[in-house]
T-cell receptor
Framework: NAGVMQNPRHLVRRRGQEARLRCSPM?????VYWYRQLPEEGLKFMVY????????ESGMPKERFSAEFPKEGPSILRIQQVVRGDSAAYFC????????????FGDGTRLSIL | AQKITQTQPGMFVQEKEAVTLDCTYD???????LFWYKQPSSGEMIFLIY??????QNATEGRYSLNFQKARKSANLVISASQLGDSAMYFC???????????????FGRGTQLTVWP
């Protein structure tokens, strides 16, 4: 079974460009979560999605950031007009619809802003 | 408010010894889950162990065990017989229900950097 797949692994953008991060959940998982990790810190929640629905976006900045999980295809985290402060590791996780099951994480996308 | 606290920024242990990584949590929810993840220097997040708030027995997974003390709101990770490959950052995390759902986001602590020396 393939795990959670994130791509690209590394992404470099210049200030003002758009960044698109992709996440394919584990087979059978219908819940997707995005987290951001700054250096020397734990993971901070951004958004929780199910197919075609945003369930909880309380951790996502109101401007420039958006996320989707379409009926077909991967989940996308989009950052428009990137700034230096967006440099971080972005992790996607997925899970089954069961309380006792963990969230399984992808290897992350390291975003660097020049 | 939900909160996870890991008070040990760094821990050192000699190979083959046991080590305990501390984690305390704060929530007013009665139903919640506690998780430990390992993040090696390569950066991926590896799930280690889970404890449900209604589980009466402490969780165990191989060399990992979770010392769950509900009244004290602590969920310490015990690693027995440490190995050099255990050197990594360890994160404690909590999940509570979101708006009546059984699922929700994870709240993470700041992590503990474990170094195992020969």
């Amino acid at each position: 079974n393939a795990g959670v797949m994130q791509n690209p692994r590394h992404l470099v953008r210049r200030r003002g460009q758009e960044a698109r991060l992709r996440c394919s959940p584990m087979k059978g998982h219908s819940h997707v979560y995005w987290y951001r990790q700054l250096p020397e810190e734990g993971l901070k929640f951004m958004v929780y999605l199910q197919k075609e629905n945003i369930i909880d976006e309380s951790g996502m900045p109101k401007e420039r950031f958006s996320a989707e999980f379409p009926k077909e295809g991967p989940s996308i985290l989009r950052i428009q007009q990137v700034v230096r402060g967006d440099s971080a590791a972005y992790f996607c996780a997925s899970s089954w619809d069961r309380r006792d099951q963990p969230q399984h994480f992808g290897d992350g996308t390291r975003l660097s802003i020049l | 408010a939900q909160k996870i606290t890991q008070t040990q920024p760094g821990m050192f242990v000699q190979e083959k010894e046991a080590v305990t990584l501390d984690c305390t949590y704060d929530t007013s929810d009665q139903s919640y889950g506690l998780f430990w993840y390992k993040q090696p220097s390569s950066g991926e997040m590896i799930f280690l162990i889970y404890q449900g708030s209604y589980d009466e027995q402490n969780a165990t997974e191989g060399r990992y065990s979770l010392n769950f003390q509900k009244a004290r709101k602590s969920a310490n990770l015990v690693i027995s017989a440490s190995q050099l490959g255990d050197s990594a950052m360890y994160f404690c995390a909590m999940r509570v229900a979101y708006r009546g759902s059984t699922l929700g986001r994870l709240y993470f602590g700041r992590g503990t950097q474990l170094t195992v020396w020969p």
